[in-house]
């Protein structure tokens, strides 16, 4: 007997073939950005899978995002008085910077970008030693091992891959350690961000892949990246969960994030996040940001600021009050001063170090070099004292 698609209709939904269950529905985010605080700091219902923090990890948040705002602020300057050779600003992703060092242990592992100075200087990096990479010098300034975070990262999507081996073999060692890697927009067409991306998913490595969406990959609008409704669809294609989080809701941005390290460490491997933002900045003190974008686009984001947003919010709970705020801000101002006196200083440097550390044996090349550099110093220090 032939069935026709008439009887296929007509049939009881108990006797038609039961719809297979979406494999990918697990994995994706939420078509919109999660959201706890509307751009003007009042509250919004909170998704069952987003509880709110507790308000003390908001009110210690809004204390970071203070003080590292004020750092952005001292760094940006130093730069333009020539104390530093480069400062990538972090203005207006202080909810991103502050919150992914919040969600995490200081056991766990994090892997910055060169634009994460202030997330550094937020997990207790003291904040010489953080800008003495953008000084020039040949390292970080910071122990890695000891502080449990990589060096700035400069060269795009690196850090994808050495998150997700230093997550695996943490875990292959039996410890519960989380590594988070900051990536941003335009290194996700990198392709290391899909090895570390995939390696992660297949070996269930305990990373959370934190991608902060700031518009632009130096001048290179979203729109020339990705295709895709969102860069957290990403994370499907390799069987990691995602989602798609305000990254200027501070609340939501710790809620997100806290959710994705609770998954990764509890064993179920990676978690990818996408958090939609904005660096008010210029690239670098290098770009001229007003050669791919407009002021009225700036001033737009200019309204969703986070710490605005978050100090309302503390504020309407009765968290913060003025005299909170004065000495957050007073703060803020002592951490810069410190700052800009220690950044004066001129470091003691050894013009010979050049040569340090270039090849495990010198070249002949590099000897003569060296040869013709120790004569300069010499000749130089002669005609100094002969004066």
């Known amino acids: 007997m032939t069935t026709t698609p008439e009887a296929v209709r007509r049939a009881p939904r108990s006797r038609r073939a039961a719809t297979p269950p979406d494999p990918a529905k697990p994995l994706l985010p939420a078509t919109e950005p999660v959201r706890l605080l509307d751009p003007t700091g009042t509250p919004l219902r909170a998704p069952a899978a987003y509880p709110e923090p507790?308000?003390?990890?908001?009110?210690e948040m809004y204390r970071r995002m203070v003080v590292g705002r004020r750092f952005d602020v001292q760094a940006t300057a130093l730069t333009k008085q020539g104390r530093l050779a480069v400062y990538p600003s972090s203005r207006g992703q202080e909810a991103c910077q502050v919150g992914a060092v919040l969600a995490l242990r200081e056991s766990?592992?994090?892997?910055?970008?060169?634009?994460?100075?202030?997330?550094?200087?937020?997990r207790g990096i003291d904040p010489v030693e953080v800008l003495t990479l953008l000084r020039g010098d040949w390292h970080c300034g910071y122990d890695p091992a000891e502080r449990r975070t990589a060096p700035q990262c400069t060269p795009l999507a690196t850090q994808c891959v050495h998150a997700a081996g230093v997550a695996y073999g943490e875990a292959y060692q039996g410890r519960d350690t989380v590594a988070l890697a900051f990536i941003g927009d335009g290194a996700t067409s990198e392709g290391d961000f899909h090895e570390g991306v995939n390696f992660a998913a297949v070996f269930k490595a305990p990373v959370v892949y934190f991608v902060q969406n700031n518009r632009y990959a130096i001048s290179v609008p979203l729109s020339r990246q990705t295709a895709a409704p969102s860069l957290a669809y990403k994370g499907v294609g390799y069987g990691v969960p995602s989602e798609q989080v305000d990254g200027n809701d501070p609340v939501a941005v710790l809620a997100v994030l806290t959710r994705a390290v609770e998954h990764a460490r509890s064993g179920k491997?990676?978690?990818?996040?996408?958090?939609?933002?904005?660096r008010m900045e210029a690239h670098t003190n290098a770009d001229d940001a007003t050669r791919y974008r407009d002021g009225a686009e700036v001033e737009a984001w200019r309204d969703r600021d986070p710490v605005v947003r978050l100090e309302t919010y503390l504020r309407s709970r009765g968290a913060l009050d003025d005299a909170a705020v004065a000495a957050v801000a007073e703060e803020a101002e002592a951490y810069a001063a410190d700052l800009r006196t220690r950044m004066n200083a001129q470091p003691t440097v050894d013009p010979m170090s050049l040569f340090d550390h270039v090849y495990a044996e010198p070249t002949p090349q590099l000897v003569e070099q060296r040869e013709q550099v120790r004569a300069e110093l010499a000749a130089a220090a002669d005609e100094e004292g002969e004066r």
Do not use: K
């Open 269 to 278: 491997g990676p978690f990818l996040v996408e958090a939609h933002t904005y």
């Open 108 to 122: 766990d592992w994090v892997f910055p970008t060169y634009r994460e100075s202030m997330a550094l200087v937020s």
């Open 54 to 59: 507790p308000v003390e990890a908001l009110v």
